[in-house]
């Protein structure tokens, strides 16, 4: 195939389907990297999320972490379930009951409905938008309402620990999945650390794959 032609030494790849870059490294023969496949997976943003944390916090084992929002949608959210669950941390999923995936416990999460349980006691706390693009109906009520039971503000923030640092994958929805004061507490807010972390992340995962080619 073309691609194979162009003699690549690495090939990274985001697309809207689930599964196109697993598809696509059994047809290339070079290593293959997932920068977001659809609903499924976001592998390098787990990491910088991991790393964030562990140079806020000094380590992620122990530690209870909230994923709030779009959990359904939300190819960010399984990865770091995935990857902080094998870190050791206490993952907590936080959604609508119409945003929220099947069988949590299966994933080693525990779901909560209600932001205020679930933020209660949290070190960590993670926002995720609303993936509109993947809904082909109302997942949830108006803006507002979403915003009254499920956005991050200050009342709910305030159930986590005192010293709780926030996350978010980005782009943020301001005054829908977070309160744009909180959003930009430097304090607290670890979202523009999150991108210098992405940045240090990905020339890594270059640096290692170019290594091995």
């Known amino acids: 195939m073309t691609l194979n032609a162009m003699h690549p030494d690495f090939i990274s790849v985001r697309h809207p389907e689930s599964g196109a ?7 290339v023969n070079c290593s293959v990297i997932n920068a977001g496949d659809g609903c499924h997976e976001h ?12 140079e806020h916090k000094g380590k992620i084992e122990g530690l ?12 960010v959210a399984r990865s770091n379930m995935k990857l902080l ?3 050791g941390a206490k993952v907590r999923i936080i959604a609508p009951p119409t ?7 299966s994933s080693g999460v525990t779901a909560f409905h209600d932001m205020r349980k679930g933020i209660e006691g949290c070190d960590v706390v993670m926002t995720l938008r609303l993936k509109t693009e993947y809904m082909q109906s109302s997942f949830v009520p108006s803006g507002r309402e979403y915003f009254h039971f499920w956005g991050l503000d200050r ?12 996350l978010d994958p980005g782009p943020i929805i301001r005054g829908l ?6 959003a930009d507490d430097i304090g607290r807010s670890m979202i ?9 992340v990905r020339q890594a995962v270059l640096e290692l794959l170019a290594k091995q080619a």
């Open 21 to 27: 870059p697993h598809l696509l490294a059994r047809k």
């Open 43 to 54: 592998p390098t943003q787990a990491l910088l999320d991991a790393l964030t944390i562990l």
């Open 64 to 75: 209870k972490i909230a994923i709030c929002g779009d959990i359904l949608h939300s190819r």
């Open 85 to 87: 669950n094998l870190l």
């Open 99 to 105: 945003s929220m995936i099947a069988s949590p416990e």
């Open 155 to 166: 009342e709910k923030m305030s159930y986590a620990k005192k010293d709780a640092i926030i």
């Open 177 to 182: 999945q977070i309160d744009s004061e909180l």
């Open 192 to 200: 523009l650390e999150q991108v210098e972390m992405g940045v240090a």
